[in-house]
C-alpha cells in the first residue's frame, strides 16, 4: 500500500496548489519542499511568494508611493518638501508581506492536513520519492501518483557570473540595502522593465541593455511603443539590439562594454542585474536515472494534459512548457489535481493574462494584431485611450489605451491590450470575456460603472464598430 495518494515535489504556486486542491477532493497528499528561509525554517511559496511575483509587487508599491509623493503630490496641490525614503524599512516590509503570505500557505496546509515534507525530493521510480533533508538524513515515501512543480531559476550569462554583490540576479535587486547611483540591467524583460522602475523611481540612472531589436516582442506593437516611449520618459534608458562584450569589476565598480550595430558603448555602474530569462529546474530529481524526458531546453516534456512519460507521474509550472506564469502554475496544479480524481480537466493556455507591472501598467490576453495579421485573420481593431476617461482625468493617470481586436466576420472577442492604470485589473473583464467566447458587442452592450477606468474597456469595444460616445 502507498504512504500516500499523491506527492508533490515542490511547493510553489503550481505545487501548493496542487497539494490543496488534492486533499479538498479527499486525496492523502503529501508536499516536499527544499526552499529555507535565513534562519533554516523550511518555507513554502517558492519563488513567487518568496523572490518573485510578491516581494517585486511590494517594492513596485513602495517606490509608487515614493513617485507620487516625490513628484505627483504638487498637481493635487499637496506639497511634501524633503520626502525621503529608509530603504531598509522599504525592504524589511517587502520581507514581513514574504513571511505572512508563506506562512499562510503553511497554514493552510495544517487546515487540510497536508504533510509538509521537508528536503530535497527526488524520483526512485514513478511512485517512490527520496527525501534528503538539510541534516542528510534520507526518508523513502510512496504515492499513487507524483506531481512535479519543481520550478525554474535565473538564466545566467557567463561574462557577467552573478556574485551576490555588485553583479546579481532578480532576487539580489530585491534586496539592495541602498539606492545604486548607477544601475545597469541586462534584459529588457519582464523582470529588468519591473525591477529597473523600482529603482528608477527611487533615484537610480538605469540603463537597460537588451539584445533584441525590438522592445517587447511579445506585446502588441502599438502598447509596446507607447509603453517604451513613456518609459524612456521616465528616465529609463533602454538600448535595444545592444549585446555585452565584456564585464569587469573594478573597486565595486562594473564595467560593461556592448556593441551596437558597429559601435562599441562603455558603461560603468554601481550594480547590474542579469534578468535575461528563467530556465527550468530539474536539479536534484534523478529524472535521468528513472528515465523522465526532458526536452532540448531542459523543460520535462509532457503531453496536453501534464502527463509526463512516466505512468502517474505529471509536472506543472515553470518546469514545463508554456509562460512562466504564477497563475498558469497554479491553474494546471488545479487541473492535474481534478484529472487524478477522475474529472474533467481544462488545460487550456489560450486564455492566460499577462502583465507587466510598470507604472502605467501593460496586461493583455490573446494574440497581437501582428500575430493576427500573420494568420490571416479577418480583424477590426477599436482604441481607446484613458485620457478620453472622466476617471482616468480625476486620477491625472491619462497616460495609455485600450485596444480590443475582434473578428471581423463573426465579432468574436480576439484579444484585449491595454497600457495604463490598473491594466492588471481591468484585463478581467476581457478574460473573463474572451474565456466565455464573447462577441465585442456583448461588451459593447454591458452597463460600466461611471466614473471608472474600465469605461475605457466599454468604449475601445464600441470603437471595434466604429461607434465610441466619448471620442
Ligand atoms: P516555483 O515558484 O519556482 O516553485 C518551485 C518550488 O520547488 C520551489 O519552492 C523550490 O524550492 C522547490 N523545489 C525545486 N526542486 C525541488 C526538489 N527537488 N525537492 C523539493 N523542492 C524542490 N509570475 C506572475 O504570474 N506574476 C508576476 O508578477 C511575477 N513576478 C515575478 C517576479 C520575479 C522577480 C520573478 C523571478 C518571477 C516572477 N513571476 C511572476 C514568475 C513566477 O514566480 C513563476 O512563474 C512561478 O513561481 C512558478 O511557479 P512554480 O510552482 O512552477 O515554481
Ligand atoms: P524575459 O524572457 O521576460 O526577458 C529576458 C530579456 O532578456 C529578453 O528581452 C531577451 O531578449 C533579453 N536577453 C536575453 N539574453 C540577453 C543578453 N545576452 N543580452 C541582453 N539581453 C538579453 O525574462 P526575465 O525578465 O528574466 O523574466 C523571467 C520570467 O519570469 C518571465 O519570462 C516571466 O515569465 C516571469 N516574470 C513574470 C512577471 C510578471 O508576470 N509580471 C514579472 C517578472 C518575471
Redo the contacts with the bound molecule.
Keep these: 500500500m502507498s504512504d500516500y495518494d499523491v506527492i508533490v515535489i515542490g511547493g510553489g504556486p503550481g505545487g501548493y496548489v496542487a497539494a490543496i486542491r488534492c486533499a479538498q477532493l479527499g486525496l492523502k497528499t503529501a508536499c516536499v519542499e527544499t526552499w529555507q528561509d535565513r534562519k533554516g525554517k523550511t518555507v513554502l511559496g517558492g519563488t513567487c511568494l518568496n523572490v ?2 510578491i516581494p ?1 509587487k511590494a517594492l513596485l508599491d513602495s517606490s509608487h508611493h515614493f513617485e507620487n509623493i516625490t513628484k505627483h503630490s504638487s498637481e493635487h496641490g499637496i506639497s511634501v518638501e524633503n520626502a525621503t525614503i529608509d530603504i531598509r524599512k522599504m525592504i524589511t516590509r517587502k520581507d514581513k508581506v514574504v513571511k505572512i503570505l508563506t506562512m499562510g500557505v503553511a497554514g493552510l496546509f495544517k487546515k487540510h492536513n497536508i504533510t509538509l515534507l521537508e528536503g530535497i525530493g527526488s524520483l526512485r521510480s514513478n511512485s517512490e520519492v527520496e527525501v534528503t533533508s538539510a541534516e542528510d538524513e534520507k526518508l523513502i515515501v510512496s504515492a499513487k501518483n507524483i506531481i512535479i512543480a519543481t520550478g ?1 531559476i ?2 545566467t ?1 557567463p561574462p557577467a557570473p552573478v556574485d551576490h554583490d555588485c553583479i546579481v540576479d ?1 532576487t539580489g535587486a530585491l534586496a539592495f540595502d541602498e539606492v545604486p547611483e548607477r544601475l545597469g540591467v ?10 529597473g522602475s523600482v529603482w528608477r523611481r527611487l533615484g537610480s540612472e538605469v540603463t537597460v ?4 531589436n525590438e522592445f ?3 506585446a502588441d506593437k502599438d502598447i509596446a511603443d507607447a509603453a517604451k516611449k513613456e518609459l524612456n520618459k521616465q528616465g529609463l534608458d533602454i538600448q535595444l539590439g ?3 562584450t565584456s564585464c569587469t569589476t573594478v573597486n565595486g565598480k562594473v564595467k560593461i562594454q ?1 556593441q551596437q550595430e558597429n559601435e562599441s558603448n562603455d558603461l560603468e555602474v554601481d550594480k547590474l542585474i542579469v ?4 530556465q527550468p529546474n530539474t536539479q536534484g530529481l534523478n529524472a535521468e536515472h528513472v528515465g523522465l524526458e526532458i526536452d532540448e531546453r531542459g523543460f520535462i516534456e509532457t503531453d496536453s494534459q501534464c502527463r509526463t512519460n512516466l505512468e502517474n507521474v505529471y509536472a506543472i509550472g ?1 518546469v514545463i512548457k508554456g ?4 497563475h498558469k502554475a497554479m491553474e494546471e496544479g488545479v487541473a492535474v489535481a481534478e484529472l487524478i480524481d477522475g474529472q474533467q480537466a481544462d488545460f487550456s493556455h489560450d486564455n492566460i493574462p ?4 510598470t507604472w502605467p501598467e501593460i496586461a493583455w490576453v490573446g494574440k497581437t494584431e501582428q500575430q493576427l495579421n500573420d494568420e490571416g485573420r479577418n480583424i477590426r481593431v477599436g482604441n481607446f485611450p484613458f485620457i478620453a476617461t472622466g476617471r482616468a482625468r480625476a486620477m491625472n493617470e491619462t497616460t495609455g489605451m485600450i485596444k480590443m481586436i475582434g473578428d471581423a466576420d463573426t465579432d468574436e472577442l480576439l484579444s484585449v491590450h491595454i497600457f495604463g492604470p490598473n491594466a492588471s485589473e481591468l484585463i478581467s473583464e476581457a478574460v473573463l470575456a474572451k474565456s466565455f467566447e464573447a462577441s465585442t458587442e456583448d461588451i459593447a452592450r454591458t452597463i460600466h460603472a461611471h466614473p471608472t477606468l474600465s469605461e475605457a474597456m466599454h468604449e475601445a469595444a464600441l470603437s471595434v464598430d466604429g461607434r465610441t460616445l466619448h471620442m
Excluded: N, T
Design positions: 518573485g511575483c517585486s525554474s535565473p538564466s550569462l532578480s541586462i534584459g529588457a524583460g519582464v523582470i529588468g522593465l519591473e525591477l541593455i537588451e539584445a533584441m517587447m516582442p511579445a545592444a549585446k555585452m556592448y534578468a535575461i530569462g528563467r515553470d509562460p512562466m506564469l504564477a499577462w502583465v507587466v507591472y
